[in-house]
């Protein structure tokens, strides 16, 4: 069964500060990739996702995510974070389970707090 | 497009109770999940739908926990008899079909459930 691992529970940074929030993944086969925000009192929303081709993808409000496959990590960056992006970041991944269906996995979480 | 929808958005109940939650996910999504997202985890996924089918049910504890889909739109998940540690927001998603399996979740805003 695929498994996903974020390494930072809760990471505090101040505004323009870059960001970069780890994951990693186990999964032996072929796996899609994404990131989810949950911003505080609001439902989980997709922040970008990697299926194939270019490994560098660019998805909403300046956040893009790195997919290295020899790592199976897909690390999040921001160049210049802002308040606004204050929210719990989850990283999961798309992948066959031992029932032959799809599911998606998720990591446990990061919390980022950016400080104004 | 009108969102996932889920009722009642909290709900505090004592052990041994029990409890439903119901989900109407976007028009036309065939694929249905819950999921249980427990303080400080990502979410778990409890059971798939496709249409009025159970496609994946592996991770639902089955002697208290219950779902259906008996039209293939809406879907009830309830809890008999609640323990503590059901405590958590459970979670429903939905997305257009089982083959579009690297389209992303849509979310909604989920029940938050407090057992006492």
């Known amino acids: 069964a695929q498994s996903v691992s974020q390494h930072n529970h809760h990471v505090i940074l101040s505004e323009a500060a870059s960001l970069e929030l780890g994951c990693n993944y186990s999964?032996?086969?072929?796996?899609?990739l994404f990131w989810y925000v949950q911003y505080p009192g609001q439902h989980l929303q997709l922040l970008l996702k990697?299926?194939?081709?270019?490994?560098l993808v660019k998805g909403i409000k300046g956040f893009e995510a790195e997919f290295i496959k020899s790592k199976f990590s897909f690390n999040l960056r921001k160049p210049s974070v802002q308040w606004s992006d204050t929210a719990e970041y989850f990283c999961?991944?798309?992948?066959?389970?031992?029932?032959?269906?799809?599911?998606?996995?998720f990591g446990k979480g990061t919390k980022l707090s950016v400080i104004p | 497009e009108a969102g996932v929808a889920q009722s009642p958005r909290y709900k505090i109940i004592e052990k041994r109770q029990s409890v439903a939650f119901w989900c109407n996910p976007i028009?036309?999504?065939?694929?249905l999940y819950w999921y249980q997202q427990i303080l400080g985890q990502g979410p778990k996924l409890l059971i798939q739908?496709?249409?009025?089918?159970?496609?994946?049910d592996s991770q639902l504890p089955k002697d208290r926990f219950s779902a259906e889909r008996l039209k293939g739109v809406d879907s009830t998940l309830k809890i008999q008899p609640a323990k503590l540690e059901d405590s958590a927001v459970y979670l429903c998603?939905?997305?257009?079909?089982?083959?579009?399996?690297?389209?992303?979740?849509?979310f909604g805003n989920g029940t938050r459930l407090t057992v006492t």
């Open positions: 028009s036309g999504h065939a694929t």
């Open positions: 990697y299926f194939s081709g270019d490994p």
């Open positions: 999964y032996g086969g072929t796996v899609n």
């Open positions: 739908f496709q249409n009025n089918g159970v496609v994946d």
């Open positions: 998603a939905s997305r257009p079909d089982k083959s579009s399996y690297n389209s992303p979740l849509h």
């Open positions: 999961a991944v798309n992948a066959r389970s031992g029932a032959g269906s799809y599911q998606l996995t």
